[in-house]
């Protein structure tokens, strides 16, 4: 089985700055879901706030794929959390045609330390006794969200982003303490946004102030003759902590040379480009021009 994940935000929302077709068509993510299973991809990533992802999920089939969802933030001035996060789930479920899934991450984790955090867990509990869930967990965007969590709340996933630029995992001892605590670990962003593969002359002007790390690692690339796309993939594989490695796609070329790259590894070790720098191995901070 790979250890490789089916991101699928875009499916439903046109998002990405390598993106060049927008939101992927119900055709393509058809023929993706099947490149994936035959390539034995198990799981695939979802969420409630990637747009139509979940629908179109459900209406090209899910059948043979552990599916991991996540639920957005609690809307303020609910009175009922047990009940909001059961209807959350339930019409997640019926978006994906599906009675259970594998997995059921909180997109907003930070909730857990306000004053419903207990009750959200517990909430998050109730659903794997019913067994509509078979693991609930966190998506995080930085590991310093993890001291204050793990340490009062049992969860059996972790989603975290990882790259060749963004080694906080590793850096923090974390990927390690994650492991020993029998997490799961699940990373993604393995190719930021698609920005690691972008050519260099295609990178916007927004970048500049991170010309150095881009320019080192495309110059490692070619001094190596090793793409991108092998290279990113090849460094978060390498860590035998991480349980699967999420990619996104636009397209099912995209995910075949994926596959491709996936069997054909190799043991060349990757220079140090981290960079701890937030406004870059965040795209959530990206500057929007
Ligand atoms: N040959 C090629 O050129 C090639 C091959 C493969 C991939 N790619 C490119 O690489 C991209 C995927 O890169 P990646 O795997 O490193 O993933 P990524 O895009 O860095 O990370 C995916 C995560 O980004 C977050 N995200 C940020 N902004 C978002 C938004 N507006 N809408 C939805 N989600 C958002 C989501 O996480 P949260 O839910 O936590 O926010 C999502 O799970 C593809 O879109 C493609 O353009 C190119």
């Given at each position: ?38 390539g ?15 629908s ?26 047990r ?68 340490n ?14 963004d ?14 605590s ?25 970048f ?22 092998q ?39 990757i ?19």
């Open positions: 089985m790979s250890r490789i994940a089916l991101g699928t935000a875009q499916f439903g929302v046109p998002y990405g700055i390598a993106n060049q077709v927008g939101q992927v068509s119900r055709v393509e993510a058809k023929s993706i879901l099947h490149e994936a299973y035959t034995k991809l198990d799981t695939v990533d979802t969420a409630i706030a990637y747009g139509e992802s979940e179109c999920l459900g209406e090209a089939g899910i059948n043979g794929f552990k599916i991991i969802t996540k639920l957005p933030g609690i809307p303020a001035g609910c009175k009922d959390i009940g909001w996060v059961e209807q959350q789930l339930e019409a997640s479920l019926s978006r994906l045609c599906t009675d259970k899934i594998d997995g059921l991450l909180l997109h907003r984790p930070e909730q857990l330390l306000g004053s419903n955090g207990n009750i959200l867990h517990q909430s998050l509990e109730g659903l794997k006794d019913k067994d509509l869930v078979k693991k609930i967990g966190i998506s995080i965007y930085s590991p310093a969200e993890l001291e204050s969590t793990i009062r709340f049992r969860f059996d996933i972790v989603q975290a982003p990882f790259n060749v630029i080694r906080r995992l590793l850096s923090t001892g974390w990927l390690q303490r994650l492991k020993e029998g997490i799961e670990i699940h990373t993604r962003s393995v190719f930021l946004q698609g920005l690691l593969l972008m050519n260099q002359d295609a990178i916007p002007p927004k500049f102030p991170w010309s150095g790390i881009l320019e080192k690692w495309h110059a490692w690339l070619r001094e190596n003759n090793i793409s991108a796309l290279a990113s993939l090849a460094f978060s594989l390498s860590f035998a902590q991480i349980d699967r490695v999420v990619v996104g796609v636009d397209s099912k070329n995209q995910l075949l040379e994926i596959l491709k790259a996936e069997n054909c590894l190799f043991n060349t070790e220079p140090n480009f981290s960079s701890e720098d937030e406004k870059l191995i965040n795209p959530a901070n990206w500057p929007t021009l």
